[in-house]
């Protein structure tokens, strides 16, 4: 199992496991297929472009893109100190290979190199204990529930916020200049 940074020359494979995770797991993400499919090719490549503000790990096996994580951030000042995980998915033919911890250990170390960020946050179905169970395993501690987060064919479901604190609790982060 290979883990790397994806880049926009990752689009094709990146849009093609992106819908299939939808379709596998429509509670687990906020657009619907149909929502997803109409994203221009420019937008969808820019969520592959790594900066300061996001990045997108992907796990291969062999040439074939099985996995994926990235992280996103917002550069407004009070929220300048947290980081929120989306997109994680891997294929059912993938799971329990070690894939998803694989790609949130390089996550997370691409997090740590950030000075200012001392906070992962991300957002679970409640109904996926499997996945809970990992992002505790990984250091993620329940901050709460959104009731009613999604809402899907007319029914809600709830999610479970989590949070990773990379830093000693209480220490005051300044945004540089």
Known sequence: MKIRALTPADLA????????????????????????????????????????FQVTYGAFQGE????????????RSKIYH??????????????ATGAVQAMFEAVIAHARKIPELVQLDL??????????????KLGFSSCGIDY??????????????????LDAAGTIVRRPA
């Open 13 to 52: 494979s990146y849009r093609q496991l992106r819908l299939e995770s939808i379709l596998d797991s429509p509670s687990s993400f906020v657009p619907t297929h149909e929502e997803e499919s109409a994203l221009p090719e420019e937008q969808m490549a820019a969520r592959l472009k790594a900066s300061p």
């Open 64 to 75: 074939v893109l099985v996995g994926t994580v990235g992280m996103v951030r917002d550069s």
């Open 82 to 95: 947290r980081a929120t995980i989306v997109g994680v998915y891997v294929t059912p033919n993938a799971r």
């Open 123 to 136: 957002k679970v179905n409640t109904v996926n204990p499997r996945a809970r169970a990992v992002y505790a």
């Open 148 to 165: 009613r987060a999604l809402c899907i064919d007319g029914q809600f479901h709830d999610e479970e916020r989590m949070a990773l604190y």
